[in-house]
């Protein structure tokens, strides 16, 4: 494979991100593996297999979805539009200059899956095979791509999984990045959720989150509060936390982690409550 100059150059700020990571004493090195001990295969919507390579022992776990449904999350689904009007413009068709057409009330889903899966590419894939296969991306891809590159952040994997097998949890990062200072950014991605429903909601979360509204936003917020407590039990380390939402228009915004407060406190306290919740399940 041939490498033009601007890929070498977009490889050498990669490595220098990476330099800088290493030098500010987070471990970029465990974004690749668990110290190489266990193998991790996604299950789709059952969540995750783990099997040890050390005892070769099967473990399941549960995905994101199910531990903060059962958890933390109230029991009404948030919505994804205000309006009958609006859904009513869902039931056409939707074509974009990647040479997709969305139709019906599906096609906000499958879009919003085209999104992640070209965000995920463009993170993993070496430019070259990125441009071989892409010759125009969908305009909410774009829009991610240029607010990531506007708050300094560098992609370095997608859907990368954290698990834990004490509590038999596992979810996976929609994009790790490098910020400016080489610290580590988890960012959980949404798409849709059209005409200002992603921050609003008349509900409110369980306790010990009962003050938070279960909206859209927030419940990104806490899957990704999920990940980073499960990562934080494995390397001693705090991850930065951004929800960035993509609406159908094209519009990107960034959300920080919000009314959680402490990432640390507030990861601690989400890991109290799963595992008592766990150990009254198997009681």
């Not at 950014?185 to 798409?191: G, N, P, S």
């Not at 909206?215 to 936390?241: F, K, V």
């Amino acid at each position: 494979m041939q490498f033009t100059r601007e890929d070498r150059e977009r490889y050498q700020r990669l490595v220098d991100r990476r330099t800088a990571c290493r030098q500010s004493q987070t471990s970029l090195a465990d974004l690749t593996s668990y110290l190489g001990t266990d193998t991790l295969e996604h299950c789709g919507a059952s969540g995750f297999r783990v099997e040890s390579t050390l005892t070769k022992c099967t473990t399941q776990l549960s995905g994101a979805h199910r531990i903060l449904g059962t958890y933390i999350w109230s029991d009404s689904p948030v919505r994804s539009a205000t309006s009958k009007k609006r859904k009513r413009k869902r039931r056409g068709s939707l074509r974009f200059d990647n040479g997709r057409t969305y139709f019906g009330s599906a096609g906000g889903l499958t879009r919003g899956l085209d999104v992640h899966t070209e965000l995920a590419r463009f993170v993993m894939w070496p430019p070259t095979r990125f441009r071989a296969l892409y010759t125009a991306v969908d305009p909410m891809t774009k829009a991610a791509l240029v607010l990531l590159k506007k708050l300094g952040y560098t992609g370095v994997h997608a859907e990368y999984m954290v698990y834990s097998t004490a509590l038999r949890v596992g979810t996976a990062v929609d994009l790790v990045c490098l910020d400016a200072t080489g610290g580590i950014v988890f960012i959980e991605l949404k798409t849709g959720y059209d005409d200002g429903v992603f921050t609003k909601s008349r509900k409110t979360m369980c306790a010990p989150f009962q003050q938070i509204r279960d909206s859209a936003l927030n419940r990104a917020r806490t899957q990704l509060l999920l990940a980073i407590m499960l990562y934080r039990r494995n390397h001693d380390l705090t991850p930065r936390g951004i929800v960035l939402h993509v609406d159908s228009r094209g519009c990107a915004m960034s959300f920080d982690m919000g009314n959680l407060g402490s990432t640390a406190a507030s990861a601690e306290t989400l890991y109290a409550v799963i595992a008592a919740g766990r150990q009254t399940k198997q009681r």
